[in-house]
């Protein structure tokens, strides 16, 4: 079976934008070939990386919103691969919510219905539009709670968004959050280009590092398209 790849995932690097009070991205070449180099000719190169397990594009963890949550390494690996769909919202307003009839819109609109261990992907157009400006980490719209609960009763196994959070950033109160604590339900955030995916049925693969006691994870998210 023939398939296309098509890769989801924002580049890690020094100066990436990392949300507010998180541990900042840190990258260095720690060998280089200029001082490793051995007698016979041979020569290494490796680099350090320090990095918050919510830094670039990542999951979160049940931990990570509940201290009797589970973390990131017992996860089961099913919840991170699987059938996917994007819906596009990007009509909900940057300084408000994603609102459940703006979801049910989107799912009108993409021709694919949501079922019971889909991932659902939210496709705001943040990142295309906004990534590397004084803005993406500032004003961006989030799922209010009735729109967190729309996805929570299609029984989705994970969702995530093209945005630094499933919250807006104003508004500290987090209601998306609340809810997906309050269900169990991991997401994921940073997402890159989603609009490849729109109108498509795929595979989702997501799977986050092996992180001991972890409370997220950075992912390699893909989606995977039959041809």
Known sequence: ?????YDLTQQIYQGMP???GHVRTVVWDHDTHETTVQ????????KGIMLCD???????????????GDTIDVEPLDKFYGSGV???????????????????????????????GDTVLLYTGHYVNNYGTDQY?????????????????KEVKNFGIDAPSTDNPKDRTFPSHLVTKANKLIHMENLSDLRPL???????????????????????????VEK
């Open 1 to 5: 079976m023939a398939v296309k790849l």
């Open 18 to 20: 990392v949300w507010p």
């Open 39 to 46: 007698e016979g000719g041979y020569s290494w190169a490796s």
């Open 54 to 68: 919510h830094g670039p594009t990542h999951v979160d963890a049940i931990s990570h919103m509940r201290a009797d």
């Open 86 to 116: 994007v819906l596009d919202v990007s009509e909900a307003d940057p300084d408000g919510y994603i609102t459940k009839e703006i979801l049910e819109h989107a799912e009108e609109k993409s021709g694919i219905k949501v079922e019971k």
């Open 137 to 153: 980490l500032k004003r961006h719209a989030g799922l209010d709670q009735e729109a967190t609960q729309w996805l929570v009763d």
């Open 198 to 224: 729109l109108g498509k049925k795929f595979i989702f693969i997501g799977f986050p590092l092996n992180i001991r006691g972890g409370h997220g994870s950075p992912i390699r998210a893909v989606g995977v």
